[in-house]
């Protein structure tokens, strides 16, 4: 199988948001977390907790983004 970006959720301190998905974008966020939680082996984790740790990683990758918050100008 495949590795997955997004391991085991841990809790947290949420900050509550409330945001839209497309239909589609919903159907696959819930089937992200069922991948979840086969390759954890444990129950799929709620995708609202998903969400947050899929912006986070995707944040974190960003370079562009990473330079922008450092004040760097693009090279």
């Keep these: 199988m495949t590795k997955l970006k997004l391991g085991a959720i841990e809790d947290d301190k949420p900050v509550k948001l409330t945001i839209e998905f497309a239909g589609p974008v919903h159907r696959d966020l819930l089937a992200y977390a ?29 370079r562009a983004f990473a330079r922008a918050r450092k004040g760097k100008p693009r090279s």
Excluded: N, W
């Design 34 to 62: 069922q991948a979840i939680g086969r390759e954890t082996g444990q129950p799929g984790p709620d995708p609202v907790k998903v969400v947050p740790l899929m912006v986070e990683r995707f944040m974190a990758s960003d």
